[in-house]
C-alpha cells in the first residue's frame, strides 16, 4: 500500500516558519502528482501547492510568494517550506499524492499561527 506520513507542524507565531515534510512508502513519489492541501473545520479542503510530472509547480493565491514545495526523489519526500505565516495558515496539512485515478492522503499535521 502506498502511505504518506506528514512531519513538522507546530505553533509559530505570526512572521514565523515552519518546514513540513511528507516521507511516501510503497510507490516512488517521482511517478505520482503531488501537493499540499490544508483543512479548516467547517470548510473544504484547500489546494496549497500541486506539482505533477509533466507540469509546472501551482500555488493557491493566498500562499505564493511565501510557501514553496519542493521535492527530494533520493530520500522520497516532498516539503512545503512556509515563511511570513500569517493567523490564516492556521489548519491541519496534508500531504497528496495521485495517479491513475487513485488518490493518498496523509493523516495530516496541525498547523497553528498565534500570538
Known amino acids: 500500500q502506498v502511505q504518506l506520513v506528514e512531519s513538522g507542524g507546530g505553533l509559530v507565531h505570526p512572521g514565523g516558519s515552519l518546514r513540513l515534510s511528507c516521507a511516501a512508502s510503497?510507490?516512488?513519489?517521482?511517478?505520482?502528482?503531488r501537493g499540499w492541501f490544508r483543512q479548516t473545520p467547517g470548510r473544504p479542503r484547500e489546494k496549497v501547492a500541486i506539482?505533477?510530472?509533466?507540469?509546472?509547480?501551482n500555488y493557491a493565491d493566498s500562499v505564493k510568494g511565501r510557501f514553496t514545495i519542493s521535492t527530494d526523489n533520493a530520500k522520497n519526500t516532498v516539503y512545503l517550506q512556509m515563511t511570513s505565516l500569517k493567523p490564516e495558515d492556521t489548519a491541519v496539512y496534508y500531504c497528496?499524492?495521485?495517479?491513475?485515478?487513485?488518490?493518498?492522503w496523509g493523516q495530516g499535521t496541525q498547523v497553528t499561527v498565534s500570538a
Open positions: 497528496n499524492a495521485r495517479k491513475q485515478g487513485r488518490t493518498y
Open positions: 510503497g510507490a516512488s513519489f517521482s511517478d505520482m502528482a
Open positions: 506539482i505533477t510530472t509533466v507540469g509546472p509547480i
